[in-house]
């Protein structure tokens, strides 16, 4: 650190640049005099309308990218709804799997999960021109969207085929991934962190989005998996042996991955040539690759104890340690000096004992996370047939997780197809007793009438994947007796539960306001009405649900106090009395539930009196 003085009052601008830059990361450009903000970038993030600018930059720019950050930035009304049928262990489970367009879910965990993700991993359309991708068009209303994509089924899929022929081949890809990844960027805790795995059709796309939506500076590595076992000789070309997982910080400074686990073939490099008894060691150099000019303390004698010659470094290196240390290491028998005793220059022993962790080297080997071939196999082992063209194996998700998390952290996976994260989470917990928890989102793309899936009774990728899920959970469990959370909760997107007059009753005429006393749609249930009230309140959807009764009427009660719910009609001032002695920090009703308008003012003061820190709302 610098002794001077700066002399200069503080450059505001820099310090605003900064400030933005924590805000809108992907706002900062170069500009003439080094950083510099993009105004129209942020225009566009202040707008609900797209924002014209043609100023030049350094940046990636394709059509359709302004629409791509509107789309993020819009609001949606939609919501979650709860399939206790396809769960396990509803009420009690932290895992979550969500069935639905995951643009459209992204943006509804935005309050319940904002900084709460420690590690996302992802395996997106990798745009081969074969796969699909998600057309967003928020310009087009649904009927159209629906015409245009050629997908009308009750799920309102908004998956198209992207063939290489196609004009905007690359431009859709980036608009399909660009919002999706912005908003997975406000998930993240400050020290999480991210998992992006690609080929090379668009890895340098995605890494250019990447930087400019995480901050260049929070770019980790490229890591190079090496897939596949034997070479794919029909290619035309070269044997595609290689895909990636580009890594990206929330914040470069304050993620680090942990160290791995040393293997039996890391530990087979110590031995015990000496039989020295505090067992097997390995050796480093004792020279380290500075001079006697920049290190002259380093540069002195040492005497071989064998020989008794007087020992100096080469001119070009110096010892790697002070005369105090070597004095130490000749007290604790440190020094190696060759079978025979007679090396011209000593190494340290290190003991296997002391060995630490090891680090994750940038190139992962199908030996160790697995191989496509793999994946295959280890599907198979839960069904008779193998569903899916592509996954990826569960070693490799494993070694991800394990790189990136704790016991206790949550997880994300939003283009989790076949349930592969969920199974390798199992896995990591099993192995170190842990609690991590899982959020999958995966639209419910049909799997055709053609396909074996369908003649083996699955509908969906969804379908699918939930079994998958069970089937690993059961194989996990009986193969290690592991005591985890080994269910999950399903939920399903779908259109809001309230009525449009909710939203926009200035739309409605008067004379029609009678036909909606209720806002809420006649079909939906309580646990709708409570899942949409949990993310309306921030509240993550895996907190702890039970069920009462309180003068006989039915109330939820999320995380003990945390949030009570009664949806029941004829609430009154006796219910109000007995709910306030459980001192909830926030009570919800039905706006139709209370027997009286009178009724409903009685049980706000009674709440204000008996219980004077419970929020109360209604719906």
């Given at each position: ?69 509107v789309t993020a930035n819009l609001p949606t009304t939609k919501t979650l709804r709860p399939v206790r049928e396809d769960s396990v262990d ?360 053609k396909s074996q899936a369908y003649k083996d009774g699955y509908l969906s990728i969804c379908d699918i994947a939930k079994e998958r899920i ?150």
């Open positions: 650190m610098s002794d001077k003085l700066d002399l200069q009052s503080p450059d505001l601008v820099n310090q605003n640049i900064e400030k933005l830059a924590a805000l809108f990361p992907n706002c900062v450009t170069e500009g003439p005099q080094g950083k510099s903000i993009d105004f129209d970038l942020l225009r566009q993030e202040l707008s609900h309308q797209v924002v014209e600018g043609t100023k030049e930059r350094y940046r990636l720019e394709w059509p359709g990218k302004k629409e791509a950050i509803f009420d009690t489970t932290e895992n979550l799997y969500i069935e639905g367009d995951n643009l459209e879910v992204l943006k509804l965990l935005q309050e319940s999960y904002l900084g709460k993700i420690k590690m996302i991993y992802i395996d997106p359309p990798y745009n081969t021109g074969k796969d699909f991708v998600y057309k967003d068009n928020f310009t087009k209303v649904e009927q159209e969207e629906l015409l245009e994509s050629g997908q009308k089924d009750e799920y309102n899929h908004r998956l198209v085929a992207n063939p290489e022929t196609a004009g905007r081949y690359h431009s859709d890809w980036l608009s399909m991934m660009y919002p999706r990844l912005k908003l997975a960027r406000n998930l993240l805790k400050e020290d999480g962190v991210i998992f992006i795995s690609i080929d090379d059709n668009e890895v340098d796309s995605l890494e250019k989005i990447c930087k400019e939506i995480f901050g260049e500076i929070n770019f980790i590595s490229k890591l190079v998996w090496k897939k596949r076992v034997s070479p794919a000789n029909d290619s035309q070309w070269f044997s595609s042996d290689h895909e990636y997982l580009v890594v990206l910080a929330k914040n470069k400074d304050l993620w680090y991955p942990n160290r791995l686990e040393r293997n039996e073939k890391q530990n087979s490099y110590y031995t015990n040539p000496d039989n020295d008894p505090r067992g097997p060691w390995n050796s480093a150099a004792y020279t380290c690759n500075k001079n006697k000019d920049e290190r002259p303390n380093l540069y002195y004698p040492i005497i071989n104890p064998t020989t008794g010659e007087e020992i100096w470094p080469k001119e070009t290196a110096v010892w790697a340690y002070s005369k105090e240390t070597h004095a130490e290491h000749l007290k604790e028998n440190l020094l190696y000096w060759g079978s025979d005793g007679k090396s011209k220059s000593p190494r340290k022993k290190q003991f296997l004992t002391e060995a630490k962790r090891v680090v994750q080297r940038s190139i992962l080997d199908y030996s160790e996370v697995g191989s496509t071939q793999s994946a295959t196999l280890e599907f198979l082992k839960l069904f008779d047939h193998n569903y899916f063209t592509y996954t990826k194996p569960i070693e490799l998700i494993k070694r991800a997780i394990i790189l990136s998390t704790s016991e206790d952290d949550l997880v994300l996976d939003f283009f989790s197809g076949s349930g592969t994260f969920a199974h390798s989470l199992f896995e990591v917990n099993a192995h170190d007793n842990g609690k991590r928890k899982f959020l999958l989102v995966q639209i419910p793309e049909n799997v055709g009438e069970r089937r690993a959970a059961k194989k996990v469990k009986e193969e290690t007796g592991a005591d985890i959370d080994y269910g999950f909760r399903v939920y399903r997107l779908d259109s809001s539960n309230m009525q449009d007059v909710y939203y926009r009753p200035q739309d409605m005429e008067q004379g029609t306001l009678d036909l909606f006393a209720d806002h809420i749609k006649p079909e939906r249930t309580a646990d709708d009405l409570l899942a949409q009230v949990m993310l309306d309140w921030g509240l993550p959807l895996s907190l702890k649900i039970e069920q009462k009764y309180i003068s006989g009427k039915k109330v939820f009660q999320v995380a003990g106090n945390s949030l009570m719910a009664c949806f029941d009609s004829g609430i009154d001032e006796a219910f109000a009395k007995e709910i306030s002695s459980d001192k909830p920090l926030r009570i919800v009703f039905r706006d139709a539930s209370f027997r009286s308008d009178t009724a409903k003012e009685n049980v706000k003061q009674l709440l204000k009196q008996l219980s004077p820190e419970t929020e109360m709302k209604v719906i």
